[in-house]
C-alpha cells in the first residue's frame, strides 16, 4: 500500500473530527471489515494524565469513536509499566477515567500485564532469544492502532510510533533485560503484533528531558499515517529532529520499516505546523540509566543482581524516582 499521511490542526478541528478524516484519507476502510479485532495502544506511562507525556483521555475517547465507525471489535490497553519501580495500569485506568471511556464507547479495556502470554523467537547478532507476547495480540487481534505523543526519550532520544510498543511487553523484567537490544526487539514486537496504522496525539509533545520530566510543549496538531515507518519521519521533522541522528529509527531505516519522505503522500505542507525545535538535554544523574540500557552486563548489575536495590537507594539520594506517586498507591 501507498504510504499515506494526514496533519490536522487542532484549532481548525477537534480530535474526532481530525481522526475520522484521517482514517479516511490513509483508506483505513480498505483493510478494515466489520468483523476486524482491532487493539488501541495509546502511551500511558505514569499514574495519571500529564500532557507530553502521555495520551490524553480526550485524544482516546476521539480514537475509539473513530473506529467504531469501521468495527465495533475494539480492545484497548497497556502494560504494568514503571521499569525498576512498576505500577498497575488498572490504576492508571481507573485516575484517567479511561474504564469510563470505554465503556461508553462499547471497548474492552485489558491490563495486557495480566493476560495470556506465548513466547516469540528471533535472532539478533548470532542470538537466540525468546519474549513472551500477550496471545491477545500476537494471535487475535487483526492488528494494532498505535496512539503515542511526540517526545524526547533520555535513552532512545525520542519516543514515537515504534518505541511505543515497548509497553506491548507485559513483563517488567523482559523490558529491563532487554533494553541493550531495544531497536531489533522493538522491530520484532511491533512485527508480531502487527502494528500500525498511528493516531499520534500532538496537542501536546515533550521537550527537554523525557520521558517522564521533560517540559510540555503546546503543539496543536494530530497526525493520523497509514504505517509506523511515515509516522516516526513526519513526527521527526514535525519536532525538528533528524532521524539519522537516532539510533533506533536509523537501525529500522536500513531495514525498511521508515520510507524515504520523497514515498510519503500528505495531505498538506508540515511547514506551518512547526513551533520550537526539539532537544535532548540529558542530566548527570540520567548517565546510570543510559548505560544499563547500552550494556546488557550494566542492566544486570542495576536491576538483578544482589546489588541493584543498593545501587537504586544511591542513585535515590540525587535524583527523585520517575515515579514520585507513592502517596498515590497508599
Not at 476486524?36 to 469513536?65: C, D, H, W
Not at 468495527?71 to 498497575?88: A, K, L, Q, V
Not at 503546546?218 to 533528524?242: K, N, P
Request: proline share 8%.
Amino acid at each position: 500500500m501507498p504510504h499515506l499521511a494526514y496533519l490536522a490542526s487542532l484549532s481548525e478541528q477537534d480530535h474526532l473530527s481530525g481522526y475520522r478524516e484521517g482514517l479516511e484519507y490513509i483508506r483505513f476502510g480498505e483493510r478494515v471489515t466489520p468483523d476486524t479485532k482491532i487493539f488501541i495502544k495509546p502511551n500511558l506511562t505514569f499514574p495519571e494524565y500529564r500532557p507530553g507525556v502521555m495520551t490524553s483521555p480526550e485524544a482516546v475517547a476521539a480514537a475509539l469513536q473513530a473506529i467504531s465507525d469501521y468495527t465495533p471489535h475494539i480492545w484497548i490497553g497497556d502494560s504494568d509499566s514503571g521499569g525498576y519501580n512498576r505500577f498497575s495500569m488498572d490504576l492508571v485506568y481507573a485516575s484517567t477515567g479511561l474504564r469510563e471511556v470505554c465503556a461508553r464507547h462499547g471497548a474492552k479495556i485489558v491490563n495486557l500485564s495480566s493476560l495470556p502470554r506465548r513466547p516469540i523467537h528471533f535472532r539478533y547478532k548470532r542470538r537466540k532469544f525468546a519474549l513472551d507476547l500477550p496471545v491477545l495480540l500476537t494471535d487475535e487481534m487483526d492488528f494494532t492502532v498505535t496512539m503515542p505523543v511526540p517526545k524526547v526519550h533520555c535513552n532512545t532520544g525520542v519516543s514515537l510510533s515504534f518505541k511505543n510498543q515497548w509497553g506491548c511487553i507485559p513483563e517488567n523484567r523482559d523490558r529491563l533485560r532487554l533494553h541493550p537490544y531495544f531497536q531489533h526487539v522493538i522491530l520484532e514486537v511491533n512485527r508480531a503484533i502487527r502494528a500500525g496504522p498511528v493516531l499520534m496525539d500532538g496537542r501536546y509533545g515533550l521537550n527537554g528531558n523525557g520521558p517522564m520530566k521533560g517540559i510540555p510543549v503546546e503543539l496543536g496538531w494530530i497526525l493520523v499515517a497509514g504505517d509506523l515507518g511515515s509516522a516516526a519521519r513526519l513526527a521527526c521533522e514535525l519536532m525538528q529532529i533528524e532521524l539519522d541522528r537516532i539510533p533506533h529509527l536509523r537501525y529500522l531505516e536500513s531495514r525498511a520499516p521508515i520510507p524515504a519522505r520523497a514515498a510519503i503522500t500528505i495531505n498538506r505542507d508540515p511547514a506551518p505546523f512547526l513551533r520550537e525545535r526539539f532537544y535532548l538535554r540529558r542530566k548527570v544523574t540520567d548517565l546510570p540509566g543510559l548505560l544499563a540500557f547500552r550494556n546488557p552486563w550494566i542492566a544486570h548489575l542495576a536491576y538483578f543482581s544482589p546489588l541493584s536495590g543498593f545501587l537504586h537507594k544511591l542513585l535515590y539520594l540525587v535524583r527523585e524516582p520517575f515515579y514520585d506517586y507513592g502517596e498515590k498507591r497508599k
